[in-house]
């Protein structure tokens, strides 16, 4: 593909090639007849300038010799007249003769002369005596003069020449201007325009070359903003000053791109906004899915012993007291163990819906750890559990002070639920870079590496035999872990030397 820089200086040069063939080829054609036309205007208006010049002079003021009548001022107007138009010229007075059509007279009183005056004088008399006089030469022809063409074969050249009198008649007049001049014209006037067109051409295609150059440079320009807007890039923006069409376009293309710019934009955030929102629609379903097994395979179980001992109370299994009781006793412990895991379930699908609208609050976190931990000096004292407790006076955060209760009461429950060995649980809070870390860690086995991730699932069990010793669901966890995404804020588990340490972190 060419570029728009080489094509226009092609046609720059081509026009002006075109230009120079056609100026020759026209001199070549025309420059003859234009020529012709031009000597025969000159030699009209010689006879009208000498008739006006020998209109009132009398006859008997002429002699050979000193060309009386004709002031210096006319004679100096006639030889810059015959210099200007390379014109010999004579004018003679005579005896009136007819001769080719033109009545006049001859003498030898010679009025004026420019050129070889013999020559002329042969001229003169040659065509008053009709020798030189061709018909078939005859170029033009009117009341007083004509005017043919004619060659010398002395000097082997081609004349135009003129033989006439004045309206009077009283005076002969010839002209002569060789028509060699035209042909050496003609040859030098192409010879100058070749030399002068090569020049041109070389000149103009330079010239071309350098102004194509620098208007295809904004158009380049153009060109590699429209590259980037079609990757999708619109930071490009054209600077140029131009008050042209290229200027127009530029400052178009700039709001286009402005345009697109915002347009995509505006398409992103749509799109984002609908991604999350069928994100959220599937992680809703999923849930959704997730409570209905969940529930389905947590509540089986203790729905099938609260049936099975009911009806064997309604059938009268057993008539001993004891043993109902304890019947009864089974029954009241699985509807409450059922009642607590959908209230779990209720709370975990608020805090993951958003439904429920916690309060940030700046709260002493010691006061309120220092508080749970009260509340359970019964259950350490039951399962023979030491508590240790290090934690400054005062320790405030940001957060929803339900919610951390919430949170910090499961990691309780799930401690007292698996510790071992020692049988130490340790509530602990550091602080780091503006953060409060608060550890819960007791002692025993440790949860496997590949199924750290996994506890924070509903319904998830590490260890199912053990969770159906203490009556757990695997949902404390998961309502952990979403109450901390509500804030914002990170929560964890790893091993320690000997034991497990669960954690979450706050806001200073």
């Known amino acids: 593909m060419r570029s728009i820089r080489i094509r226009y200086t092609l046609i720059v040069v081509g026009l002006i090639a075109a230009t120079v063939v056609g100026s020759i080829l026209l001199n070549l054609a025309y420059f003859e007849i234009y020529y012709f036309k031009n000597k025969e205007k000159s030699i009209s208006q010689m006879y009208e300038l000498i008739d006006s010049m020998l209109e009132d002079v009398p006859s008997s003021d002429f002699t050979w010799d000193g060309y009386a009548g004709l002031d210096s001022e006319s004679e100096l107007s006639l030889r810059q007249y015959c210099e200007n138009s390379n014109l010999d010229l004579m004018v003679l007075e005579g005896n009136r003769v007819v001769v080719g059509g033109l009545t006049g007279s001859i003498m030898n009183h010679c009025v004026f002369s420019r050129g070889n005056e013999r020559e002329l004088k042969n001229l003169i008399f040659g065509y008053a005596l009709g020798s ?15 005017v043919c063409q004619a060659h010398d074969e002395d000097l082997k050249t081609d004349f135009l020449e ?36 090569i020049a041109i051409l070389m000149l103009g295609a330079v010239i071309a070359y350098l102004f194509a150059g620098r208007m295809s440079r904004p158009i380049k320009k153009l060109s590699e903003i429209a590259g980037r807007m079609e990757r999708l890039d619109f930071t490009a923006r054209y600077d140029g000053k131009e008050k042209d069409e290229i200027g127009v376009l530029g400052n178009t293309m700039n709001q286009l791109s402005h345009q697109l710019e915002r ?15 069928i994100e ?4 809703r379903e999923t849930m959704r899915q997730e409570f209905l097994a969940g529930v389905s395979h947590e509540l089986k179980t203790p729905i099938a012993l ?17 043993s109902k009781n304890w019947y009864c006793d089974v029954i009241i ?13 209720l709370t975990l699908n608020e805090i993951e819906f958003g439904s429920a609208k916690g309060r940030m609050e700046h709260f002493d976190l010691g006061e309120m750890i220092r508080g749970v931990l009260a509340s359970y000096q019964i259950m350490f004292l039951q399962k023979d559990v030491t508590l240790k407790l290090i934690c400054a006076e005062s320790v405030y955060v940001w957060a929803d002070e339900l919610r951390i209760e919430d949170v910090l009461r499961n990691y309780l429950n799930n401690a007292l639920n698996h510790v071992d060995g ?3 649980i340790t509530v602990e809070t550091q602080e780091r870079e503006g953060l409060i870390r608060v550890n819960v860690k007791n002692t025993g086995r440790p949860i496997p590496e590949e199924e750290q991730e996994k506890i924070w699932l509903r319904f998830y069990k590490v260890d199912k035999a053990r969770t159906r010793e203490y009556g757990g669901n695997g949902i404390g966890l998961s309502i952990v872990k979403a109450v901390m995404e509500a804030h914002g804020r990170d929560c964890g588990v790893y091993n320690a030397e000997d034991g497990v340490v ?6 200073k």
């Open 263 to 277: 347009t995509i934009t505006e398409l992103k955030e749509a799109n984002l906004e609908l991604r999350r929102d």
């Open 422 to 424: 020692e049988r130490v």
């Open 502 to 507: 669960f954690w979450f972190e706050l806001d």
């Open 333 to 345: 412990d699985e509807a409450a163990k059922m009642n607590r895991m959908v209230r779990q379930m």
């Open 306 to 322: 609260i049936q099975g001992y009911a009806e064997g109370l309604r059938d009268g299994v057993t008539e001993d007291e004891e």
């Open 162 to 197: 003129s033989f006439g009198t004045t309206k009077d008649k009283r005076f002969f007049i010839v002209m002569r201007t060789p028509l060699q001049n035209m042909q050496e014209n003609i040859m030098l006037s192409n010879e100058f325009n070749l030399r002068t067109a």
């Open 132 to 146: 030189r006089y061709n018909a078939d030469n005859v170029i033009i022809r009117d009341e007083n003069h004509y």
């Open 280 to 283: 959220k629609k599937d992680a």
